[in-house]
């Protein structure tokens, strides 16, 4: 039996398996007649199972519909695109995953308002979905019923926000030299998201961030946690968690603990006039520092019986400062961590004042500081002379 004996046979089978509500034409296309939207998908089912020998039909692209994957922000909105060349006179239709109708030209098929119509033409069908959710996510198909139907795919990828991170593991202060451990946790991300720690402006080098699925089975729980020992010098420092994850698109998210490190006091003696002359009013303030700050203040003279001065007070006042005030003197700064002595050498000889200034305690990094003769300190035994 030749090619032209079996054509008719199988368009005459075509013709009395074609379903209701549609007539093959006599040129091979499908009429459509009086349908019903919720009867579209079971056509297309139908329609895209048939094999069909037209050459005519086969070697056009035209007709090949195109669209274009979407990323989105959940609560965001995304526009589905769905463009063709030649629509041979039928009509484009977009519908959601769940083979769902949602638009078949400018006609709403499921009642959805946050779904509306961008434009409708015999070239472009185009929708936008508002306040996405996560259930959104997947293929979108546009269709064109020409024959045989033909589609496009559009995957649109939903992305989760992750939620603001809590810091935990800081009870109370912390004595100089502890060790710390923070713990940082973020749910909500879609990818999971990732974490990094700060201390001030330098970078922390924390764990790797852990991932956890959540309930829902499509967002992600990270967590991470950063272990260093304190100095005194992280005093009041904040310690930053900050969640890194593209649909922020930038934005910080972080959260901050800030922690308190109790130290052993630290202090130094400065004249008050820095260079003061015989005959003038001195001051010498006992400057202490310290986490608590210093409480008590005992003032010495080397050589002299019994301390000067115990105060809360800091400072030591020479009304007439004349060559008996020279020596060296010290300074107690004391708080319930510890003590912290620091010296101040005083020489008046008529001509000259000498000034040395010099601490230690019973650390082993105790400073010793020389007044100069611009006021500031610098280290070394030395004596500065100032003339008079």
Request: with cysteine; aromatic share 6%; glycine share 8%.
């Amino acid at each position: 039996m030749g090619i032209s004996s079996v054509l008719p046979l199988l368009l005459l089978f075509a013709c009395s398996w074609a379903p209701g509500g549609a007539n093959l034409s006599q040129d091979g296309y499908w009429q459509e007649q009086d349908l019903e939207l919720g009867t579209l998908a079971s056509l297309d089912e139908a329609i895209s199972s048939t094999v069909w020998s037209s050459p005519d039909m086969l070697a056009s692209q035209d007709s090949q519909p195109w669209t274009s994957d979407e990323t989105v922000v959940a609560g965001g909105t995304v526009v589905l695109k769905c463009q063709v060349k030649d629509h041979e006179d039928s009509s484009l239709q977009w519908s959601n995953p769940a083979q769902q109708t949602l638009y078949f030209g400018e006609k709403r098929a499921l009642r959805d308002n946050r779904i509306q119509l961008v434009k409708s033409t015999p070239h472009e069908l185009s929708i936008s979905i508002s306040n996405v959710a996560l259930a959104d996510e997947g293929e979108y198909t546009c269709s064109i019923f020409t024959m045989p139907v033909r589609t496009a795919k559009s995957l649109v990828t939903v992305l989760g926000i992750p939620q603001k991170p809590i810091i935990t593991g800081y009870k109370s202060s912390l004595r100089e030299k502890e060790t710390i451990i923070l713990n940082c946790q973020s749910s909500g991300s879609k990818p999971a998201a990732q974490l990094t720690w700060r201390k001030g402006e330098q970078e922390l080098p924390g764990e790797p961030t852990q991932i956890q699925e959540d309930p829902n089975g499509k967002t992600f729980t990270v967590s991470s946690s950063v272990m260093f020992q304190v100095t005194r010098e992280d005093d009041g420092v904040d310690i930053l968690c900050s969640v890194n994850h593209e649909s922020l698109k930038g934005a910080d998210r972080s959260s901050s603990q800030r922690i308190e490190v109790l130290y052993t006091p630290t202090a130094k003696i400065r004249p008050d006039p820095p260079h003061p002359r015989e005959g003038q009013k001195l001051l010498l303030h006992c400057e202490g520092r310290g986490n608590p700050i210093p409480q008590q203040y005992l003032w010495e003279k080397e050589g002299s019986v019994p301390p000067l001065k115990i105060t809360q007070e800091s400072a030591l006042i020479f009304p007439f400062l004349n060559k008996s005030d020279s020596g060296t003197y010290g300074c107690t700064a004391t708080s319930n961590m510890g003590s912290y002595k620091a010296y101040y050498t005083l020489n008046v000889n008529g001509t000259y004042l000498t000034h040395e200034a010099k601490g230690s305690d019973d650390a082993p990094d105790a400073d010793t500081a020389i007044i100069n003769a611009e006021g500031g300190q610098s280290g070394g035994d030395d004596k500065k002379e100032y003339f008079i």
